[in-house]
Every structure is written in structure tokens, then in C-alpha cells.
């Protein structure tokens, strides 16, 4: 078994876990934190993204032994009581999601993405999603959305003609 | 900088005494009642209208409830150990050494299903394969221990001891009639339909030219992202809840009752929330198993699919082998087509005959066509079994008949576009089962996207094509 003690949505949380055991399952199974999803286990499909120390990563190939000390972003950390985050308030405004079992994992790859990048293209956006799989959506909408939101970050007004994002 | 004091307005109950009252009763209908009949290609108020989902900010949250997400007090793990083997006939199953394991609470194999068969139109399939294995990822046996991993290791400690047998594996070797059966003694073909109109052979001799071409497609799976999942509860009055994905509860509650030998009326389905479905949730897969596992332990117990499982164990879509031939005039009209699709079925019949069907029906395209001969079978082979899937044969035969299109049309040096053009549909054409069609703009939508992206009467070749 093993200690982890790591900071979670700007809570310390610790455990002990057998060491075999994913950051992906110590936040769902210990902290019952079941926004991020399994959805391969083996990486491919991006459910599972969470924020750690400021990077995307596929919370199903880290161990939790991994995670100890450092800071993890949950979808559950990014809305409070009275505010949506942007990009959550977009994603369901555009009707973003359909099923929504990629979404937290998309929305938190954007976060990433727009933390770093306050205004990106619509092809770096398309770069920052590519490890996360959607079976229903088709992209676009996302793509809108995390647009909008990277407006609304920066202070502006979401342009009115949102066909424009996806086609620069 | 403190908030501005909440004014509480005076509520409207104490002003307006009447909104207590309750509402006028609806006027009573006098009959005739008058039906409002759309004229054709009405718009409806709700087109263009903005909506959002009901379901979006919860999804957004990462608060919705996907089965996986679930927890019972007390609640067990189940995995099934899966064949990995084509077709073979089971010698036996030693479970000893599993059950021995710390943690594991209960094993059952196919021997302890009361009625191992079920099926959403033949009852083909078995819950877990007792006597034979009809395909790679047919369930053998199951374990719910108190934790996945446990239960995954106990899964690798069950032995089953197998008599290979040859696999058919080919869709046109399942076709024929010398090939062993591999629901033996039944044969191979479960389902078969026939469209015929006019005299395709006549068609054929006044024919100008007459063009043949085969096609196949892969098999494809839906991949949703929530893989398989579902908990059962058994309590102990014998009533049976399970939290389950499927499309249809109520076709799904018939096959719990038809395979845990109990009346329906002690079955509690739960549609929970879908991460995907795609027509690959459309029939039960392991509830029966959960069930059984739950009445064993008299605990609940959860089951989700590894991805690997969710790609052999699940339905996919029906691979086609499509033989097509079609004689033309020299203007370039369609005079008789000749269609036979085989459809790969896999192991078990699933969504099978409604695929057939389908496909069958829209195999001739778009296109006016006096004289059609349209075939189609759907056959046994030891591989994962094929269902419903978007489109049910659709997409397969629409990749036929427009390549074939694309084929003829080369080979005469017309336009791809002027040909279809030629053949296509309009309004009041007979479809090959001879219904009369209403709103038809194949022609009109063709030519409104070939304008759109400029089309040039050779596509260039950078994936610009024409597709009716």
C-alpha cells in the first residue's frame, strides 16, 4: 500500500491505495470524484483528462503513487456554487454535448488549452482535442464553444456569426 | 462591498386570493375532433427554434450518473472470462481454484442460467456458453468478487478445457450448403429476401452494355464511450432491479424473465442515463448474469466491459459481400439491375433480420429501375456477432450501388452526375417494394450541391465525387 497525499480542486486529500492503483481510480473510487471517466484504460480515448499541475493528462495511464504532492483540476474544481465556467456555460449554450460521457474530459483539455493559449485558432483547438475521442457530437460544436469561451476569458463579445470559428 | 438588502416583495397569494384557485376545467371536446394534416414538407414551429438539452449543464458538471459512477453499500465486482476461441465444444470448466481466492464471493457458469438462451428475434444465443463456444468472445464464466481486480485475476484462474473445432469464418463458404453448420443441425442461412420486379434477364439481352462489380464492407463496431455496464440487485422478496444502459427496457425485461425463468412482473429495468448507444445497446447482454451473481451473494453486483470486451463481445455491423449487376441503354437508363447481398451475421441472429431487410430494400438506390432482381441472405459464421448499428445495411449497400454507379458512368464517359441524374428518383417514383414517394429532391439537391462546390464532370480527385 501506499501514502498519496496531493492537493485536489485546491483540497488536500490523502489515501492509501494498493500501488497498482490510477490517479483515475483513486479520484473516482477514494474521492468519489466520478466526473472523469474510463472509458479504454489504455489511453486512447481521453475520458479520463483531468488537470495536473497545469497539464492535460490521461488520469488512466498515471499511477496515484505518481500524483503524490502535486495539484490536481477536476471537472468537479472548475465550476463554484454560483458561476459556471465559461466553457461549461458554452458547451451546454452551443448544445455541445450529446451522450456527455467525453465532456468532462473535452472540457478539461480545453481548460488546459486556454490557459495556456488565451485565444487559439480553430486548428489548435483541433490540436488540443486530439486525444479526446467523441462518438456523437462530430467536433464542430466543441470547437464553437471553446472559441466562445476563449472570447468571454478575454473579456470580448463572442462574435455573432459562430459558423466562422470552425471555417478561419 | 456588502450585498444590497434582498427586498422581499409581497407575495402574489396575499394580492390576487384567485391563484389559489384551481384552474377552469378544459372545454369538453365536441367530436369531430378537427386534425391538423402538415401539407408536405411543412415546416414544424419548433425548426430553427434554439434548444438546449435538458441533460447539458449536468453533463458539463461531470455530475450526471453513468452506471459506472453508481455505488450500493456492499456492492460486489463481476467479470466474465470470455472463450477466445472461435467454436469449440466445452470439455469442462474447473472453477475450485477460484473460488478458493480471498475475496471472491461467488463463480456460476453456463450451467446455472435456468434458461440459457434468449435473443431479440431468434433465441440463438446463449448467457454464458455452456456446451459450445460459437465465437471468440462468447462468456464462459463469471465471478464477483469485492473488488475488479480481484475478480479479473479470479477470471484468469478458471480452467476450461476445450475441443477445438473448425471455424467458419468466410460469409460465402457459411453460404454453402456443404459447409457444417455452425448452429448444427440448423443451417447456416437464418434469413433470406427476395425483391423482384419485372424481367431482369430480359433486361439484360436488350441491353446495351451490361456492367458487374462486387463489393464488400468490414465489420465495424459502435465504440461508444461508455463501455457495457450494469448492476443487478436481488432482495430478498425474489424481485430482481437492474440499473441497465439498454435502448429497450422493455424487450430487455422479457429476455431477463425468459432467461432467469421468473415472471416479468418481478423485473425492474432502470434505464440510466447512455454514453452511447449507437444501436449497440439495443438487446441484453449480462444482466441475467448480474442477477444470478446478485441472488448467489445477496449482494449488488456491478459489471462494465473491458474496451477489449465491448469490440468482441458486443454487436458490430454486419460485414456484406455485394454482387451487383446492372445492365444500361446507350443513352445511358438504367434497364435491370441484379443484386445478391450476403450478410455476415456472426455467431448469433441479434438485430439480423431487420438489417436484411433494409438493406434489401434500398440495395437498387435511388433510381428508377423497371426491372430489379434483389437477393439477400443472412448466414452463421464463428465470428463476433452482428446487429443493429445506424443505418441497419444501409451505409454497405449505399457504398455499392454508388460505386457501381461511378463505374458504369466512367466506363460510358458520362458525367457521374448526368447519369444519376438520368435515373434518379423524383416525385411519385415507385420504390422497389412499390411504395409511392412523396417529397422527393434527390435531383434537386444533387444539382443544388454540385453548384455549391463547383462541379466539374470529373471530381478532382482530391475526394470530390457525387453520391445520391
Same mark, same amino acid.
Given at each position: 500500500?501506499?501514502?498519496?497525499?496531493?492537493?485536489?480542486?485546491?483540497?488536500?486529500?490523502?489515501?492509501?491505495?494498493?500501488?497498482?492503483?490510477? /490517479?483515475?481510480? !483513486?479520484?473516482?473510487?477514494?474521492?468519489? +470524484?466520478?466526473?472523469?471517466?474510463? #472509458?479504454?484504460? &489504455?489511453?486512447?480515448?481521453?475520458?479520463?483528462?483531468?488537470?495536473?499541475?497545469?497539464?492535460?493528462?490521461?488520469?488512466?495511464?498515471?499511477?496515484?503513487?505518481?500524483?503524490?504532492?502535486?495539484?490536481?483540476?477536476?471537472?468537479?474544481?472548475?465550476?463554484?456554487?454560483?458561476?459556471?465556467?465559461? /466553457?461549461?456555460? !458554452?458547451?451546454?449554450?452551443?448544445?455541445? +454535448?450529446?451522450?456527455?460521457?467525453? #465532456?468532462?474530459? &473535452?472540457?478539461?483539455?480545453?481548460?488546459?488549452?486556454?490557459?495556456?493559449?488565451?485565444?487559439?485558432?480553430?486548428?489548435?483547438?483541433?490540436?488540443?482535442?486530439?486525444?479526446?475521442?467523441?462518438?456523437?457530437?462530430?467536433?464542430?460544436?466543441?470547437?464553437?464553444?471553446?472559441?466562445?469561451?476563449?472570447?468571454?476569458?478575454?473579456?470580448?463579445?463572442?462574435?455573432?456569426?459562430?459558423?466562422?470559428?470552425?471555417?478561419? | 462591498?456588502?450585498?444590497?438588502?434582498?427586498?422581499?416583495?409581497?407575495?402574489?397569494?396575499?394580492?390576487?386570493?384567485?391563484?389559489?384557485?384551481?384552474?377552469?376545467?378544459?372545454?369538453?371536446?365536441?367530436?369531430?375532433?378537427?386534425?391538423?394534416?402538415?401539407?408536405?414538407?411543412?415546416?414544424?414551429?419548433?425548426?430553427?427554434?434554439?434548444?438546449?438539452?435538458?441533460?447539458?449543464?449536468?453533463?458539463?458538471?461531470?455530475?450526471?450518473?453513468?452506471?459506472?459512477?453508481?455505488?450500493?453499500?456492499?456492492?460486489?465486482?463481476?467479470?466474465?472470462?470470455?472463450?477466445?476461441?472461435?467454436?469449440?465444444?466445452?470439455?469442462?470448466?474447473?472453477?475450485?481454484?477460484?473460488?478458493?481466492?480471498?475475496?471472491?464471493?461467488?463463480?456460476?457458469?453456463?450451467?446455472?442460467?435456468?434458461?440459457?438462451?434468449?435473443?431479440?428475434?431468434?433465441?440463438?444465443?446463449?448467457?454464458?456458453?455452456?456446451?459450445?463456444?460459437?465465437?471468440?468472445?462468447?462468456?464462459?464464466?463469471?465471478?464477483?468478487?469485492?473488488?475488479?481486480?480481484?475478480?479479473?485475476?479470479?477470471?484468469?484462474?478458471?480452467?476450461?478445457?476445450?475441443?477445438?473445432?473448425?471455424?467458419?469464418?468466410?460469409?460465402?463458404?457459411?453460404?454453402?450448403?456443404?459447409?457444417?453448420?455452425?448452429?448444427?443441425?440448423?443451417?447456416?442461412?437464418?434469413?433470406?429476401?427476395?425483391?423482384?420486379?419485372?424481367?431482369?434477364?430480359?433486361?439484360?439481352?436488350?441491353?446495351?452494355?451490361?456492367?458487374?462489380?462486387?463489393?464488400?464492407?468490414?465489420?465495424?463496431?459502435?465504440?461508444?464511450?461508455?463501455?457495457?455496464?450494469?448492476?443487478?440487485?436481488?432482495?430478498?422478496?425474489?424481485?430482481?432491479?437492474?440499473?441497465?444502459?439498454?435502448?429497450?427496457?422493455?424487450?430487455?425485461?422479457?429476455?431477463?424473465?425468459?432467461?432467469?425463468?421468473?415472471?416479468?412482473?418481478?423485473?425492474?429495468?432502470?434505464?440510466?442515463?447512455?454514453?452511447?448507444?449507437?444501436?449497440?445497446?439495443?438487446?441484453?447482454?449480462?444482466?441475467?448474469?448480474?442477477?444470478?451473481?446478485?441472488?448467489?451473494?445477496?449482494?449488488?453486483?456491478?459489471?462494465?466491459?473491458?474496451?477489449?470486451?465491448?469490440?468482441?463481445?458486443?454487436?458490430?455491423?454486419?460485414?456484406?459481400?455485394?454482387?451487383?449487376?446492372?445492365?444500361?441503354?446507350?443513352?445511358?437508363?438504367?434497364?435491370?439491375?441484379?443484386?445478391?447481398?450476403?450478410?455476415?451475421?456472426?455467431?448469433?441472429?441479434?438485430?439480423?433480420?431487420?438489417?436484411?431487410?433494409?438493406?434489401?430494400?434500398?440495395?437498387?438506390?435511388?433510381?428508377?429501375?423497371?426491372?430489379?432482381?434483389?437477393?439477400?441472405?443472412?448466414?452463421?459464421?464463428?465470428?463476433?456477432?452482428?446487429?443493429?448499428?445506424?443505418?441497419?445495411?444501409?451505409?454497405?449497400?449505399?457504398?455499392?450501388?454508388?460505386?457501381?454507379?461511378?463505374?458504369?458512368?466512367?466506363?460510358?464517359?458520362?458525367?457521374?452526375?448526368?447519369?444519376?441524374?438520368?435515373?434518379?428518383?423524383?416525385?411519385?417514383?415507385?420504390?422497389?417494394?412499390?411504395?409511392?414517394?412523396?417529397?422527393?429532391?434527390?435531383?434537386?439537391?444533387?444539382?443544388?450541391?454540385?453548384?455549391?462546390?463547383?462541379?466539374?464532370?470529373?471530381?478532382?480527385?482530391?475526394?470530390?465525387?457525387?453520391?445520391?
Amino acid at each position: 500500500m501506499v501514502n498519496v497525499t496531493l492537493k485536489v480542486n485546491g483540497e488536500t486529500r490523502s489515501a492509501t491505495v494498493p500501488p497498482e492503483t490510477t /490517479l483515475l481510480r !483513486l479520484l473516482r473510487d477514494q474521492f468519489n +470524484l466520478t466526473g472523469a471517466k474510463l #472509458g479504454c484504460d &489504455v489511453g486512447d480515448c481521453g475520458a479520463c483528462t483531468v488537470i495536473v499541475d497545469g497539464k492535460p493528462v490521461n488520469s488512466c495511464l498515471m499511477l496515484a503513487g505518481q500524483a503524490d504532492g502535486r495539484e490536481v483540476l477536476t471537472i468537479e474544481g472548475l465550476a463554484n456554487a454560483d458561476h459556471l465556467h465559461p /466553457l461549461q456555460k !458554452l458547451f451546454e449554450h452551443f448544445g455541445s +454535448l450529446q451522450c456527455g460521457f467525453c #465532456g468532462p474530459g &473535452v472540457i478539461m483539455s480545453a481548460k488546459a488549452l486556454l490557459d495556456e493559449n488565451p485565444n487559439p485558432s480553430a486548428q489548435e483547438i483541433r490540436d488540443a482535442l486530439g486525444g479526446n475521442l467523441c462518438r456523437c457530437t462530430g467536433y464542430a460544436k466543441m470547437i464553437e464553444a471553446i472559441k466562445g469561451a476563449s472570447c468571454i476569458l478575454r473579456g470580448e463579445e463572442i462574435p455573432a456569426v459562430k459558423s466562422a470559428f470552425v471555417t478561419e | 462591498m456588502p450585498d444590497k438588502p434582498r427586498v422581499i416583495e409581497k407575495p402574489d397569494v396575499l394580492e390576487k386570493p384567485d391563484i389559489l384557485k384551481p384552474p377552469a376545467p378544459a372545454p369538453l371536446v365536441t367530436f369531430p375532433v378537427e386534425v391538423v394534416v402538415p401539407e408536405g414538407r411543412q415546416q414544424t414551429p419548433a425548426v430553427g427554434q434554439r434548444a438546449t438539452r435538458a441533460d447539458a449543464r449536468l453533463h458539463g458538471l461531470g455530475q450526471t450518473k453513468y452506471i459506472d459512477d453508481m455505488y450500493f453499500p456492499n456492492m460486489l465486482f463481476a467479470k466474465i472470462k470470455r472463450a477466445g476461441i472461435a467454436s469449440a465444444r466445452i470439455k469442462s470448466i474447473d472453477t475450485k481454484e477460484a473460488e478458493a481466492m480471498p475475496g471472491v464471493i461467488a463463480v456460476i457458469t453456463g450451467r446455472d442460467i435456468p434458461c440459457n438462451s434468449f435473443g431479440p428475434s431468434l433465441k440463438d444465443q446463449p448467457v454464458l456458453a455452456s456446451e459450445r463456444v460459437f465465437h471468440a468472445g462468447d462468456g464462459v464464466a463469471a465471478v464477483a468478487a469485492v473488488s475488479e481486480q480481484i475478480a479479473a485475476e479470479a477470471i484468469e484462474k478458471i480452467k476450461v478445457e476445450y475441443e477445438p473445432l473448425t471455424p467458419v469464418l468466410d460469409p460465402l463458404e457459411s453460404l454453402k450448403l456443404e459447409t457444417p453448420g455452425v448452429h448444427a443441425p440448423s443451417a447456416n442461412i437464418y434469413g433470406h429476401k427476395l425483391i423482384k420486379k419485372g424481367d431482369v434477364e430480359k433486361a439484360f439481352a436488350e441491353s446495351y452494355r451490361v456492367f458487374e462489380g462486387t463489393f464488400r464492407t468490414q465489420m465495424v463496431e459502435h465504440v461508444p464511450l461508455e463501455p457495457y455496464a450494469c448492476i443487478a440487485q436481488w432482495d430478498a422478496n425474489g424481485r430482481v432491479t437492474v440499473y441497465s444502459t439498454l435502448g429497450r427496457i422493455t424487450l430487455g425485461r422479457a429476455d431477463v424473465a425468459r432467461t432467469l425463468g421468473i415472471p416479468m412482473s418481478r423485473i425492474r429495468i432502470i434505464a440510466t442515463v447512455v454514453g452511447g448507444n449507437f444501436g449497440g445497446k439495443n438487446e441484453i447482454r449480462a444482466e441475467p448474469v448480474m442477477a444470478l451473481l446478485s441472488k448467489k451473494t445477496g449482494r449488488p453486483v456491478k459489471c462494465v466491459y473491458t474496451r477489449s470486451e465491448e469490440f468482441t463481445a458486443s454487436t458490430t455491423r454486419h460485414p456484406l459481400v455485394m454482387d451487383y449487376k446492372t445492365g444500361v441503354s446507350k443513352q445511358g437508363k438504367i434497364l435491370g439491375r441484379k443484386i445478391r447481398l450476403v450478410l455476415d451475421g456472426g455467431a448469433y441472429c441479434s438485430w439480423s433480420e431487420t438489417t436484411l431487410g433494409k438493406a434489401c430494400i434500398l440495395s437498387a438506390g435511388p433510381y428508377n429501375i423497371d426491372n430489379l432482381y434483389a437477393e439477400a441472405f443472412v448466414v452463421y459464421t464463428n465470428k463476433t456477432m452482428t446487429g443493429a448499428m445506424r443505418g441497419f445495411g444501409a451505409p454497405q449497400v449505399c457504398f455499392a450501388y454508388e460505386s457501381h454507379m461511378d463505374d458504369i458512368a466512367h466506363a460510358l464517359g458520362l458525367d457521374p452526375l448526368e447519369f444519376r441524374l438520368m435515373n434518379a428518383f423524383e416525385e411519385g417514383s415507385i420504390s422497389p417494394t412499390g411504395q409511392k414517394l412523396h417529397s422527393v429532391v434527390v435531383k434537386e439537391s444533387l444539382l443544388r450541391a454540385a453548384k455549391r462546390f463547383g462541379w466539374n464532370g470529373l471530381g478532382d480527385g482530391n475526394g470530390t465525387g457525387v453520391k445520391a
